[in-house]
């Protein structure tokens, strides 16, 4: 309990009063700081004169003042701020999202008419010519030039045969371009952009052709612009690699890929082309209506250059401070910290349970975002989960609950999606926290730190030399890993850096496909999921599992249900909040104002305006920067 | 220079009391010498045991002050440049930077992303947390953006032929003829921009604070005297030089 001394108590009488002076009186020195302060924190910025004027005015009532600017959108970006500087759901470059199945890339070719000419590609894309199949549709026999697997180019390009370049190329009015791209017409190409984020603005070598004049279409290669859903399995009847002995045919410089078991045995199935392995086994796959299911990039790069876009958004996306040319991995980065911010923004503006930020199976979507899970989330699923039967992602947002409605040029809306699927739970599965938190610990590490307000310290012990692998129980790593394995279990069935959910269907905790061979590793595909240090002879056990196989099965959602359940929830979000508006960390003598709000919150419904409320009236509050020495002995009210 | 000895007996003298001198009639204490091992503080004698400091004689009545101390609160980066933003006429951050860069060459303003670091903008990309106290390079970064967000408002308030209702920070007319203010004159149109910039009445400061712009505003009329057509006159200057220390007094940073 906070101990105030009797003298200085009789003054804070005066001060938590401070609201209701008297009718005709004039603000004190005090009165108007404590206004300036709720103006900072519950509208974002000092008063302007004709708030200060009406507060002066006799009668002035500050209660109702503050619960309208509990309402106010700046009241959601103040508290949204509180949990974004706990968990930072933020990517920078160093998360590479450059995925081949999306990535559209640019080869500068020269035309039948011997003019210069861009061709869009992806490098992952399956075509029924040998010359051809996961390379450039056009070999370096027929365009003079080749083009390698990293991009670079050599040789130099001739016209290329009208025939072969009606063959393999079309032209499309691609997404980037207009914004109608759905009709069979299109014809609403857009402006540049405003330099905003809210307006779709692709860069400058996006909107203008090899020749320089402004670009109206796209000259794709004819796979790349199909607009299945899905494509049935294809089979080259290759079934080793051809022999380096000769020139590879059409003068392509890597060996023609070979059928793959999978591909073997399910020729002719239907799979999904928005799922990485469906690019990779369906030469049907394109990349949809007006490419849409594709990002665009300049150039043959790694990861070009594609839209406009902010580097620094303090005041949100609407008031950049800058704009520039960003690639296109950057354009997915900064869409999925736009989902945080606006899932964030929304929970506290509609004041809903707080416990949302952790269980809540609906989020935020925009055109961007809705892009990104109608069509691009599936593109890193799913690897070697085919040898698990497990070709097409079972998804964490079902594609299917996205609105249909958004396309990418509506920037500037968000929709609230209710609920995402059975495996959503609130920030813990959304692209940025996965990405931000790679692993099932640092996943598990983050939740622990930021909604239950605790921190791993490990004790004053030796680390010895062990072989132990299970952490748990490891000397010198137990007293932290036998909390954290079990709460990093949940994140079992989640991928690491990566959003791939893995179903216990297709990956069972103990599956005995995977048991270790005389103590040797299981094969490949065992051991991209299964943990060969856990196995037995008799059932491999699922990467991460070891912690706690019954939370593997719960997942994230698992672990939200055990952390809102817990004491330390609500009085972590008192102690977040109150620390970040007293601007201090609290500490033995603030217990009773973190019961005071901990009884808000939890009377309330688990609703943060009430909480809040009872924060910016609180002693504390209106003290928090006022208790110094001097001003006490000046006689102003502390 | 103290040796170590002597601040360790300094220290246990100090839970004596306010001091080392002995209450008048109190016995004296007896003679302190502790262990000495290099840098370590002495253990406590027995023989002096802690104190109310209402028992120490002459304090009995003496109000003491054991209110927890707190720091002023930072302003957040975020509300700091909306503030900025407000002050200097609400324009886009985009705008606000192509109006501080100006069309001459002065270099007072570079862009918003120069200054956000120096701010202390967190940058949840790379891990870098929001600075939550002032430091050298802040302060720095006030500077130079108060300098920059004033010397425009001069040009665009003071130089340019703006209605008062219309200008963004001095509302108020300045003398015809560039005649001197008096104190009073002075006095109402620094209350303008007290409450604009700190939220409250002039007359609610300190006493010093007024008597101190006035001499700010004098200093900043005098030097610029003999300006010429260029460079700010007399009066331009002056009030130049009371927004940039309104904008970058404790007063706006902290709260």
């Keep these: ?638 | 220079m103290k040796t170590t000895l002597q601040r360790a007996a300094a220290a246990v003298l100090f839970t004596l009391g306010c001091n080392s001198t002995p209450a008048p009639g109190a016995p004296a204490p007896a003679p302190v010498t502790p262990a000495v091992d290099a840098g370590a503080v002495a253990p406590r004698s027995t023989e002096i045991t802690p104190t109310p400091v209402t028992a120490i004689p002459g304090h009995e009545l003496i109000p003491q002050d054991r209110a927890p101390k707190e720091p002023p609160r930072l302003m957040p980066a975020e509300t700091l440049i909306r503030s900025y933003i407000s002050l200097f006429g609400g324009l886009s951050p985009q705008a606000l930077q192509v109006r501080l860069r100006g069309a001459t060459s002065d270099n007072l303003f570079d862009t918003w992303g120069d200054y956000l670091s120096a701010l202390g903008v967190p940058d949840y990309g790379v891990d870098i947390p929001r600075a939550p106290q002032t430091n050298a390079l802040m302060l720095a970064a006030f500077e130079r953006i108060g300098v920059a967000l004033c010397e425009r408002a001069v040009q665009n308030d003071l130089r340019g032929a703006v209605a008062v209702t219309d200008r963004v920070l001095f509302r108020f007319e300045l003398p015809a003829g560039a005649r001197a203010l008096t104190d009073e004159e002075f006095a109402t149109r620094f209350d303008l921009l007290h409450r604009r910039v700190l939220g409250y009445p002039a007359a609610l400061a300190p006493d010093s604070r007024v008597p101190r712009f006035r001499a700010l505003y004098q200093g900043a009329v005098a030097r610029h005297a003999d300006a010429g057509a260029r460079s700010f006159n007399g009066p331009e200057a002056g009030w130049a030089s009371v927004c940039e220390g309104l904008v970058r007094h404790p007063e706006f940073h902290l709260y």
């Design chain 1, 1 to 638: 309990m906070r101990w105030i001394h009797a003298m200085s108590a009789a003054a804070l009488v005066v001060g938590a009063s401070a609201v209701a002076r008297p009718a005709e009186a004039a603000p004190t020195r005090e009165q108007y700081r404590l206004f300036r302060a709720l103006s900072i924190d519950l509208q974002g910025r000092i008063p302007l004169p004709d708030e200060i004027a009406a507060f002066e005015r006799p009668g002035f009532d500050l209660d109702a003042w503050i619960d309208q600017r509990l309402q106010g959108p700046a009241y959601a970006e103040r508290l949204r701020r509180v949990y974004l500087d706990a968990l930072r759901l933020e990517v920078g470059s160093m998360f590479n999202f450059v995925s081949n199945p999306l990535v559209l890339r640019r080869a500068r070719l020269v035309d039948p008419d011997g003019n210069p000419a861009y061709v869009y590609y992806r490098r992952s894309q399956r075509r029924d010519r040998v010359e051809s199949d996961l390379d450039f549709c056009l070999s370096p026999d027929e365009t003079g030039v080749t083009i390698t697997g990293n991009g670079q180019v050599s040789g130099t390009a001739r016209p290329i045969d009208r025939a072969v370049w009606e063959a393999r190329t079309v032209e499309v009015r691609p997404w980037w371009l207009y914004r109608d791209y759905r009709s069979a017409s299109p014809s609403q190409r857009i402006t540049a952009g405003d330099g905003s984020a809210m307006v779709l603005s692709p860069v400058a070598a996006l909107l203008t052709n090899a020749d320089t004049t402004p670009t109206t279409t796209v000259r794709v290669c004819r796979e790349e612009a199909q607009t299945a859903a899905r494509g049935a399995v294809y089979l080259s009847g290759r079934l080793t690699a051809l022999p380096r002995t000769e020139p590879y045919p059409g003068g392509r410089v890597t060996a023609p890929p070979v059928d793959s078991a999978y591909a073997r045995a399910h020729v002719g199935e239907m799979v999904s082309c928005t799922s990485g392995t469906g690019v990779s086994l369906s030469d049907d796959c394109g990349c949809g209506v007006g490419l849409e299911r594709c990002m665009p990039g300049t150039s043959l790069g790694n990861d070009p250059a594609a839209f406009n876009l902010p580097d620094n958004v303090p005041l949100g996306a609407d008031q950049p401070l800058d704009s520039r040319s960003q690639t296109q991995g950057d354009w997915s980065r900064f869409w999925w910290a736009q989902e945080a911010v606006h899932f964030l923004d929304d929970l506290f503006a509609r004041d809903r349970d707080v416990r949302g930020l952790l269980n809540d199976r609906g989020t935020m979507v925009n055109g961007a975002t809705a892009q990104f899970y109608r069509s691009f989330a599936g593109s890193t699923c799913c690897g070697n989960g085919t040898q698990f039967n497990y070709p097409e992602p079972t998804a964490l947002f079902d594609p299917a609950r996205v609105p249909a409605d958004l396309t990418p040029h509506d920037l500037a809306t968000w929709r609230r999606v209710d609920d995402r699927g059975p495996q959503a739970a609130g920030l813990l599965t959304t692209p940025i926290f996965l990405a931000k938190y790679g692993t099932r610990r640092a996943r598990a590490h983050i939740v622990y730190n930021a909604f239950l307000c605790r921190q791993f310290v490990a004790e004053n012990i030796a680390l010895t030399p062990s072989t132990e692998p299970n952490l748990m129980v490891r000397s010198g790593c137990a007293a932290c890993h036998a909390t954290l394995e079990p709460l990093s279990a949940y994140f079992t069935r989640v991928s690491e850096s990566g959003w791939t959910f893995l179903p216990a269907a297709s990956f069972p905790v103990l599956n005995p496909a995977c048991a270790t061979r005389g103590g040797n590793s299981p094969n490949g595909g065992c051991t991209s999921f299964y943990d060969p240090a856990f196995g037995t002879a008799a059932q491999g056990m699922l990467r991460g599992a070891y912690g706690s196989t019954e939370h593997a099965d719960e997942g994230p959602a698992g672990l939200a249900r055990a952390v809102v359940d817990t004491p330390e929830f609500a009085s972590c979000v008192a102690q977040n909040v109150s620390e970040s508006f007293l601007g201090r960390s609290l500490t033995a003598e603030d217990q009773g104002l973190q019961e005071t709000l901990v009884t808000a919150l939890r009377t309330n419904g688990f609703r943060m305006r009430p909480l809040v409320r009872a924060l910016v009236r609180a002693d504390a509050y209106r003290n928090a920067n006022n208790l110094a020495s001097g001003a006490w002995r000046e006689g102003s009210t502390p």
